[in-house]
């Protein structure tokens, strides 16, 4: 368990200043784009795809961003009268659901996303300006689809946990 | 309009089969009338097997999408221009050089001849996509808010947005001008606020974006043919009986092919006229100033010479 | 009929148990794929990249990344005191000063996120401060981000103009008085909802020279405006574009002029950014799948077809079609509605003599009105991305907002001249 959570904290570590350091390029590249069109006369042809790139990467990185920081958009009507109401044992379920649902649609999107990115380095496919493999820029679906599941798989590991064996607990103390 | 008679769950009954065929164009493109054209003769000729669903207005994404959607099997067929192929195979490189067409005819016939097969069995060995024929999406020409352009040295230091490729790159630099590349939705607004100077594109898109309200000036360089093409999805085609093949290849030969190429110059004078009815100041090159334009793009064929088939090059005469 | 039941239905219900928006999107399109047509589900996954693959989206973050960097930088400070200071002393005037800075930023981007992540990203913190409720502060400055595409320029009218082929020149013209109009009536309703809850309005009158220091120690906070404006008008840059220059300008007037910024505060800033828009851009990969599988299955054809056999009045159809874009507007984004709905309802109100100008602005202000609308919301999701007010919190007053909003949609709707007049 232990060693988990140190895991999962270096990766959180990672994450967030890959995160940081990707934005940074992003603004930096397009700001350069702007610079080189009007201070030297030239313009750069590669930029404007760099920056999709990064942003499409940023964008699916960010998601799993967002889960760690708990920010995620979520109505909470249900949620909320729940607990309004006492019946914890219930809202513990939601929540189980509601990361089940998060969890399927996260393994098929990863699922198709492999498969994408293994066609994408069959048939050699390349960026019309900066000439990166279409396989790396794809390579984000994939790789924050895996990630975002693994922290739904603790998750959920913590609602059952919360669910069955603590209620135990509880009754027993 | 509305119902449009499509509407119904075919996708439902298992035997009849589904061609899904996409592009960007508006329905009123020479490609979109084509594409009526090769539904009616597919949905006829294989006897009500086979149905086709057309999918303009970029309703399944654009162009370079569409070909990506192609080549992973998420759509059957597309149609899309020439020069979005390129990355798949550095041959199609080829069709999207200046000048490299002598005139239409000569398009033609290349595209129905060697260079044409070259292309297309390279693009096949390469990915899961068939070129399938070559359409005509005219000629690009230059359009610019700034003045009335007549050679090549009239273009240094003003700004076109172009096509987010490198060949366009390298062309505007061969040309000492700056190409500037962003979406086709981006244009508009960027050039009735002075961001680009210039586009270009053929007098059919000229049209379609409605790019003659914000710029003054047109000037028929012809500098590059928009060579459209009907694209099919390889698994798919090995997937259907022989004579369902059959039925694919002599519809799209015959809309793509040819149907579209004859009404291609009566769409493209009529741009034409709309853009001069609007007040777009048209310059036809003469051929002093044509030699200017062909002069600068030899550095061109020279840039591309490592990438392209040297047969090709033997072909065209490069 | 049972695959719009499966795509909206599911939708609907995945959203309101509180799976998180996108992923409720997600789910209900896959299991639609897959119960319902011969399309792979591996398209999903390819809209996750194409879907986002756009130069207009990435002004998104970097208008978010300037505003958070303004506030960090002391710039979001001096700009809030000046306007206050001119405005303070009225009744919900940081309120109006926020939609009048989103009609301004609107003359920019074109684009209701960018609008609101800006003018979010700087004014709700100031309104907290000022002691405007939150849940207000956020549901108006979301609502004012729909001001952002009436005004011109307007992402959405050129995709319009282009796939119905009307005049772009003509519909932001058209734009510009429901725009104002648009930022009349928010004004109207801010007024209102501040007096009843005693919002704003300090007893100190303004007074030249609060004004004038104000104005001298916010010079260069003010010129962020100009140069952003100014630059896309001289023809300097896009709107894209104009975003990184935000970024770059609020970084070096942050750093070397307020002195207010430091490395740790640009880092946080950055981060903080990089989460907003990690939670909120992600919805629009999944909703262009969505949109794909409603082109596919010709769903707006079968709604035309369902409006025109219930009446032929051409006012009950105008008010039927306004109901039903505004049931679209809760549901799918508004440029991939924009390409699957202007063909085919075009031709219908034609028919009924609307010029396509005013279907065109009628059109784009019923699906910006769904920017507020539950349960696909967009600049709802990033006001609450940046206030962290719970978005089920936002849906009464977003709901007063959307009334309020629908007046001008009506005056569009039946008074051409509110769209035509400035049109030769
Ligand atoms: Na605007
Ligand atoms: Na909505």
């Known amino acids: 368990m232990k060693t988990i959570r140190k895991i999962v904290s270096g990766y959180d570590f990672i994450e967030k200043w890959v995160l940081i350091v990707l934005t940074l390029i992003m603004v930096i590249v397009i700001a350069a784009q702007v610079f080189t069109r009007y201070v030297l006369g030239d313009a750069l042809y590669w930029s404007e795809e760099l920056g999709k790139f990064i942003f499409v990467w940023i964008s699916w990185l960010g998601v799993s961003a967002g889960m760690k920081e708990k920010e995620h958009i979520q109505v909470r009507l249900v949620h909320d009268a729940l607990r309004k109401k006492g019946l914890f044992k219930a809202q513990e379920t939601l929540e189980l659901l509601l990361n089940l649902c998060w969890f399927i649609t996260s393994i098929i999107v990863t699922y198709y996303g492999i498969g994408i990115v293994g066609m994408q380095m069959d048939t050699g496919v390349y960026g019309a300006s900066t000439g990166i493999p279409m396989w790396i820029p794809y390579l984000c679906v994939p790789i924050s689809g895996a990630i975002i599941c693994l922290r739904l798989i603790g998750e959920m590991y913590k609602n059952v946990n919360d669910l069955f064996v603590k209620r135990k607990e509880g009754v027993n103390g | ?318 | 009929m049972g695959s719009i039941v499966m795509l909206f239905g599911g939708m609907i219900l995945l959203i309101f148990i509180g799976v998180p928006v996108g992923y409720a999107i997600g789910l209900s399109t896959i299991c639609t794929y897959a119960s319902y047509s011969n399309v792979s589900i591996s398209l999903i996954s390819q809209n996750c990249f194409t879907g986002l693959n756009s130069f207009v989206l990435l002004a998104i973050p970097f208008f978010i990344l300037a505003g958070v960097i303004m506030g960090e930088g002391g710039i979001a400070k001096r700009l809030v005191d000046l306007a206050d200071s001119i405005i303070g002393f009225v009744t919900g005037g940081l309120g109006m000063v926020a939609i009048l800075t989103s009609t301004f930023f609107g003359a920019i981007t074109g684009s209701g996120n960018a609008t609101t992540s800006a003018v979010g990203a700087l004014l709700i913190p100031s309104m907290e401060e000022k002691k405007y409720g939150r849940v207000f502060s956020s549901t108006l400055v979301a609502s004012a981000g729909a001001i952002g595409i009436i005004i011109p320029p307007s992402i959405p009218f050129v995709i319009y103009g282009v796939s119905t082929g009307t005049s772009i020149g003509d519909l932001f013209i058209a734009g510009i008085i429901p725009g104002l109009l648009m930022a009349l009536v928010l004004m109207i309703a801010c007024y209102i909802i501040s007096k009843k809850n005693g919002y704003g309005g300090s007893d100190t009158k303004p007074s030249a020279k609060h004004i004038l220091v104000s104005a001298k120690n916010g010079i260069w906070a003010l010129l962020a405006p100009v140069i952003i404006l100014g630059g896309i008008y001289a023809g300097i840059f896009t709107p894209t574009e104009s975003a990184v220059v935000a970024v770059v300008y609020s970084i070096l007037v942050g750093f070397f002029i307020y002195r207010e910024l430091t490395i740790k505060k640009l880092i946080d800033a950055i981060y903080k950014t990089a989460i907003i828009n990690g939670i909120t851009s992600f919805i629009i990969a999944f909703s262009a799948s969505m949109c794909k599988f409603i082109s596919i299955e010709r769903i707006p054809d079968m709604i035309c077809d369902a409006i025109t056999s219930i009446t032929d009045s051409k006012i009950a159809i105008l008010l039927l079609l306004n109901i039903v874009l505004l049931l679209i507007g809760m549901l799918i984004d508004i440029i991939p509605a924009i390409i699957i709905l202007a063909p085919i309802f075009l031709p219908l109100v034609e028919s009924y003599g609307m010029s396509p100008i005013q279907f065109g602005v009628m059109l784009v202000l019923n699906l910006g009105i769904g920017f507020v609308t539950p349960p696909y919301g967009s600049t709802l999701f990033v006001a609450s991305a940046i206030s962290k007010v719970p978005v089920d919190r936002m849906f009464k007053t977003a709901f007063v907002f959307t009334g309020v909003l629908s007046i001008v949609l009506l005056i569009v709707t039946y008074l051409p001249a509110a769209s035509l007049a400035l049109i030769q």
């Open chain 2, 1 to 318: 309009g509305c119902g449009g008679g499509g509407g119904d769950d075919s996708s439902a009954d298992g035997d009849k089969i589904m061609i899904r065929i996409a592009s960007d164009e508006t329905s009123d493109t020479p490609c979109s009338e084509a594409t009526e054209i090769f539904k009616k003769q597919v949905e006829e000729k294989s006897g009500g097997k086979m149905t086709v669903e057309y999918f303009c207005d970029s309703a399944m994404g654009d162009e370079r999408e569409i070909a990506e959607s192609v080549n992973m099997g998420n759509l059957e067929m597309g149609i899309i221009s020439g020069c979005y192929l390129a990355t798949y195979d550095e041959n199609w490189y080829l069709v999207d050089m200046p000048y490299v067409f002598s005139d239409r005819e000569a398009m033609y016939k290349h595209l129905d001849g060697e260079v044409g097969q070259i292309l297309k069995d390279g693009l096949k060995k390469n990915s899961k996509i068939e070129c399938l024929d070559f359409a005509d999406g005219s000629f690009k020409v230059l359009l610019n808010s700034k003045k009335e352009v007549k050679t090549v040295k009239d273009i240094a230091n003003l700004k076109f947005r172009s096509q987010e490729s490198q060949m366009n790159m390298s062309i505007y630099k061969a040309w000492k001008s700056t190409a500037v590349p962003m979406g086709f939705s981006e244009i508009y607004t960027a050039l009735q606020q002075g961001t680009v100077d210039g586009v270009d594109t053929s007098p059919l898109y000229q049209r379609s974006g409605k790019f003659y309200e914000v710029g003054k000036y047109y000037t028929m360089t012809n500098h590059q043919a928009l060579l459209m093409t009907s694209i099919i999805n390889t698994d798919f085609m090995a997937s259907l009986p022989e004579d369902m093949q059959q039925v694919i290849r002599d519809a799209s030969k015959e809309a793509y092919g040819v149907q579209e190429r004859s009404i291609v110059k009566e769409a493209e004078e009529y741009a034409c006229k709309v853009m001069d009815d609007a007040g777009c100041k048209r310059h036809d090159l003469t051929d002093a100033e044509l030699k200017t334009f062909k002069d600068a793009s030899v550095a061109v064929y020279d840039e591309y010479s490592k990438v392209v088939d040297p047969k090709l090059y033997e072909l065209m005469g490069l």
